[in-house]
């Protein structure tokens, strides 16, 4: 199987993992905080994954005890999530498919979240009810396919939750 860098970037957590036949070999990461109460806007958020990301990406190639010579392809998240974080993780793994000479791949977040499940777990075919900062899907894995059977239009739960914390000033630490 391939050994592929992925880049993930669509919040307040950038990383830089790597998989080879269905082992994660290594997932270092960084999370871009703010003070109890305060949401994390995308330029700053942006901004922290400009600084982190590259060293990220060092320390899971050492991690994982690979050369860029041994990547065969290069994963990132295209999105959904927050433009200013998402365009500084797309520009970084083009910029290493392009140097590396190794194919791009861009990756839904939530499928991504979902993969990493049907990876890692036992359910090869899941229905899933997804509910992050910005999104709040219903989604099912069938014939090879996933199919999103229903989805928030105006405020993810996930979203709603994350401002009642904030309007109750309950300290939200980043947990993995």
């Known amino acids: 199987m391939p050994t592929v860098l992925g880049l993930e970037g669509s919040a307040n957590k950038v990383g ?14 960084a999370t871009y905080v703010t003070p109890p109460g305060h949401g994390f806007a995308p330029g700053p958020t942006g901004r922290h994954h400009r600084a982190a990301l590259l060293g990220l990406v060092r320390a899971a190639l050492r991690e994982a005890g690979v050369e860029p010579r ?10 959904p999530g ?16 392009q140097l590396w ?21 036992p359910a090869p075919d899941p229905a899933v009810l997804y509910v992050s900062g910005g ?9 090879r396919r996933y199919r ?10 996930g979203n709603c ?9 309950v300290a939200t630490p980043p947990l993995p």
């Open 16 to 29: 830089a993992g790597i998989v080879r036949d269905g082992a994660v070999l290594s997932n270092p990461r």
């Open 70 to 79: 041994d990547i065969d392809g290069v994963a990132f998240t295209k999105g």
């Open 82 to 97: 927050m433009g200013s974080p998402l365009s500084v993780v797309a520009a970084v793994a083009r910029t290493l498919a």
């Open 101 to 121: 000479g190794r194919p791009l791949l861009a990756v839904n977040h939530c499928l991504g979240h979902i993969e990493m499940g049907r990876l890692l777990g």
């Open 135 to 143: 999104n709040t899907q219903v989604i099912a894995y069938s014939r």
């Open 148 to 157: 999103i059977l229903g989805e928030t239009l105006d405020v993810a739960v």
């Open 161 to 169: 939750i994350d401002r009642l914390a904030r309007l109750l000033q």
